[in-house]
């Protein structure tokens, strides 16, 4: 049975140890031992905490739902673990060492989780690929001379491997949805405030940032987020309730969905034939599942203020992160600690006034205004994920004395679906129904009102169970 066991996703793994029939300490054995013999060929697993994971799994486990299953934390702030390494991709915090559980952390365990390392992510999650100078590239399943996405590259990839039924992974751009496109898993970004962002933050860059996982398959996520979902103590935005548990969703009545069909992004940048080709058949996918689908898509009145806004967020946040590491470290960065993009990007951040900050907000918030009024009228918005296949290993890296004028413009289709619903705080999922002629996969994503994960998750479960993926292992998951 071990061999297996990758096999099954992790609410499966969780029953088997219910039943009594395997234990926690042989599912994260197992784990280990594809990590050890898939990895080198990957680098999505860039600190591993072996001996850990198989204490706790010998241990008294909480009862949760994913009791004894084993997850990976991404290598960012929300995935912050005391005593374990938290190096934020950067070769400034290659020694440090987280000294405390973010709260997101502790309800993991509470649910059961045995944590057998972290996954990879570019320097402070800073770009659409996951190719850190202190652990190098993570490698695409499909292909590894392709990118695995980003920043929870690591964490799509290492789900797609099957090394881990799912894994914690984080999104302030697509950060969820972009990797989860390019390696072929589900991904889901939450509501605005759906999962804790404390203790010792109240929000993360404004608002954007989300946290959630990517996972094999669906039920996996809406079990997840019923098991971390909910506002800590004085968090500053609070989702709405939901009516039931996200996991009774997956096995709901279909429920007709009213579905617009976005197929240009708001920026205008141009799509890749093989992203439209994703987008018209699961369209018709859904048609045939009995959903109204139209061709009508959002509108925004002023996208390069949109776009001018998010960027000074972001520099904003990076500049932030940055002089935030140097504290906790307790040195500034030098030449050789951080990246030429991280150098850029915290400079002009560090150039942004506090009004010109608050007037970026404020333009994002009117855009949120907008894209929701559209919205009164369609349940879902479907688009592709992204406006190109993966990328290339070294095509999305900033190197010294590059400009950066053409390095934003190649980026640029990466995120050119995914960032509005982050400015909006709303839910969007990139589902992995689509695989292009050479074999790569091409999500299509699916957006819904804020608050609303169900219609998102009830959608879901009936595109997998009319499309599967789960059986459709990668060449580098064998």
Same mark, same amino acid.
């Given at each position: ?66 009791? %004894? ?16 390494? /938290?190096? @934020? ?18 309800? @993991?365990?509470?649910? %059961? ?73 589900? %991904? ?36 997840? /987020? ?10 500053? @935005? ?8 996200? /996991? ?74 940055? !002089?935030?590491?140097? %504290? ?97 705080? !709303? ?52």
């Amino acid at each position: 049975m071990n061999d297996e066991l990758h096999r099954l996703d992790a609410t499966a793994q969780a029953l088997l140890v219910e039943r009594g029939e395997v234990t926690p300490l042989e599912l994260v054995d197992s784990a280990i031992a594809r990590i050890e013999r898939l990895d080198p060929a990957l680098d999505a697993v860039v600190s591993r905490q072996f001996e850990q994971a198989r204490e706790r799994a010998r241990g008294a486990l909480p009862e949760g739902p994913f009791r %004894g299953v084993p997850f990976l934390l991404k290598d960012l702030a929300g995935g912050a673990e005391a005593g374990m390494p /938290l190096s @934020y991709g950067s070769r400034l915090g290659a020694e440090h060492r987280a000294d405390y559980d973010s709260e997101l952390v502790r309800r @993991y365990r509470a649910a %059961g989780l045995v944590i057998v390392g972290r996954s990879s992510t570019p320097e402070f999650g800073l770009t659409p690929t996951t190719e850190p100078v202190l652990f190098g590239p993570c490698r695409n399943p499909w292909n590894p001379e392709l990118s695995s996405g980003g920043s929870s590259g690591g964490a799509a990839a290492a789900v797609a491997a099957r090394l881990v039924p799912f894994a914690h992974a984080s999104d302030i751009g697509g950060s969820i949805r972009i990797p989860a496109s390019a390696c072929g898993v589900f %991904g889901l970004k939450p509501s605005r405030g759906r999962n804790p962002a404390g203790p010792k933050l109240g929000e993360s860059v404004s608002g954007l940032a989300a946290e959630h996982c990517c996972s094999i398959s669906v039920r996996d996520s809406a079990a997840l /987020l019923d098991a971390t979902s909910a506002a800590d103590f004085g968090a500053p @935005y609070v989702a709405p309730f939901k009516s039931r548990p996200y /996991l009774e969703e997956v096995d709901a009545p279909h429920q007709r969905l009213r579905i617009a069909v976005m197929r240009a992004p708001l920026s205008g940048v141009p799509v890749h034939a093989d992203c439209l080709a994703a987008v018209e058949a699961a369209a018709a996918l859904c048609r045939e599942l009995g959903h109204e689908v139209h061709d009508e898509a959002p509108q925004v009145s002023d996208i390069a203020a949109v776009n001018q806004a998010y960027a000074k967020l972001f520099m904003v946040s990076a500049a932030l992160n940055l !002089q935030t590491l140097e %504290g906790l470290v307790g040195r500034s960065a030098g030449a050789d600690d951080i990246e030429p993009l991280t150098r850029l990007v915290a400079a002009l951040g560090r150039q942004v006034s506090a009004t010109d900050f608050v007037l970026a907000q404020r333009a994002l918030h009117r855009m949120g205004r907008e894209i929701n009024a559209f919205q009164a009228h369609y349940d879902l918005i479907l688009s592709p994920t992204m406006a190109c296949p993966p990328a290339a290993i070294g095509e999305l890296v900033l190197r010294a004395g590059d400009p950066p004028e053409p390095y934003i413009q190649r980026t640029q289709a990466f995120a050119a679906f995914t960032s509005v619903f982050n400015a909006t705080g !709303q839910p969007a999922m990139s589902v992995p129904l689509h695989w292009n002629a050479e074999g790569v996969p091409i999500g299509v994503q699916f957006a819904a009102r804020l608050g609303d994960e169900a219609s998102l998750f009830r959608l879901a479960a009936e595109l997998e169970r009319a499309h599967p993926w789960a059986e459709r292992l990668p060449p580098l998951g064998h």
